[in-house]
């Protein structure tokens, strides 16, 4: 039974242009919503949050909407580089602690140029 | 300040064989949690531990896992008898309190022939 879903293993972008990763979720006790991107053979690393109270977080280039009522995230990136080609792994729980996150299986993002 | 330190970064062990996995957290860190990502997979949660304590395993198996988070020394993931499909990313993160941000390791990569 899966959380968290991210249904599109992956997603190609020209650089520039906007990406936009989307994340469902089915638990509504989540309270607590990141983003972390994962690079090969590395740790993922914190990307941005939002937390239930909000419809909207950003910063510089990438914002996080969230849509409770449709148990709906999603991460936008603008402009898009190749830089940012990675993993990116969606993730909740319940508290803001962080703790016991649950995340979903990740889109692979290309940004090419 | 030298990030959460994860060692080995690659370990092969034989069926049958123990497995352990050390995990420094981040300078003034006393949160510990461990994950695990099977291929193709999102991470999933294992061990939530404070110094000396664990504080949630909901997603530790129930045999041959173990954790533990001494008052000195490196967090330990040991996994006995290891099988095939214990072969898995284990990625450790650590925060400074209940309510912060989890920082990753870079992950060990036990291979399990």
């Known amino acids: 039974d899966q959380q968290v879903k991210q249904n599109s293993p992956s997603l190609s972008v020209q650089e520039g242009r906007i990406s936009i990763l989307n994340c469902d979720y089915t638990?509504?006790?989540?309270?607590?919503f990141l983003w972390y991107k994962k690079y090969p053979a590395e740790g993922p690393t914190f990307l941005i949050s939002?937390?239930?109270?909000?419809d909207k977080n950003e910063d510089g280039r990438f914002t996080v909407f969230l849509n409770k009522s449709a148990k709906h995230l999603s991460l936008h990136i603008v402009p898009s580089q190749p830089g940012d080609s990675a993993v990116y792994f969606c993730?909740?729980?319940?508290?803001?602690?962080?703790?016991?996150?649950?995340f979903g299986k990740g889109t692979t993002l290309s940004v090419s140029s | 300040n030298a990030g959460v330190m994860q060692n080995p970064r690659h370990l092969v062990r034989r069926r049958g064989q123990e497995a352990r996995l050390r995990c420094s957290p981040m300078k003034g860190h006393s949160h510990v949690y461990w994950y695990r990502q099977l291929p193709e997979e999102g991470l999933k949660f294992m061990v939530y531990l404070q110094k000396e304590n664990i504080i949630d395993e909901s997603g530790m198996p129930k045999e041959r896992f173990s954790a533990e988070f001494p008052k000195e020394g490196p967090s330990i993931l040991r996994i006995q008898q290891v099988v095939r499909g214990d072969s898995a990313a284990y990625f450790c993160a650590s925060s400074w309190g209940e309510n912060t941000e989890a920082f990753f390791g870079q992950g060990t990569r036990l291979t399990v022939v």
């Open positions: 939002i937390s239930s109270i909000k």
């Open positions: 638990n509504s006790m989540f309270d607590y």
């Open positions: 993730a909740a729980s319940e508290d803001q602690a962080g703790t016991a996150l649950i």
